[in-house]
């Protein structure tokens, strides 16, 4: 069985833009990450952080995130989390950062 392949993406669905976490988020996806950030804050949809196939996150991940929110509620860009695995959701409670991003109601399709 192979390892999952870590990336995070950029997916246009509709009137929102997915933000796609995949593997494992750390410090070795700070690049991308950055990258990602850029193009989901360049447009004014609403934007969603899918996580559901994501499998291990660091405190950089969850950094990317948090800064996501920030910058995004700072532009007036709506971000809700999508995490069926509960992978992020766990350690943003664990900071105490779990109350600022409600989850999703978007239909997402994989992609």
């Known amino acids: 069985m192979s390892e999952p392949v870590s990336t995070i993406r950029i997916v246009a669905e509709g009137e929102v833009t997915v933000v796609r976490m995949s593997g494992e988020i750390d410090a070795a996806l700070r690049a991308e990450a950055s990258a990602c950030m850029a193009l989901a804050l360049a447009g004014d949809q ?26 995004a509620s700072e532009s ?26 409600r989850d999703a109601d978007v239909v997402v399709v994989a992609g």
């Open 46 to 71: 609403p934007v969603v952080v899918d996580a559901s196939e994501a499998t291990f996150i660091d405190s950089s991940g969850i950094a990317f995130v948090m800064q996501l929110h920030h910058a």
């Open 76 to 101: 007036g860009i709506e971000v809700t989390l999508r995490d069926p695995q509960r992978v992020v959701r766990t350690v943003l409670e664990v900071v105490g950062y779990s109350d600022q991003l």
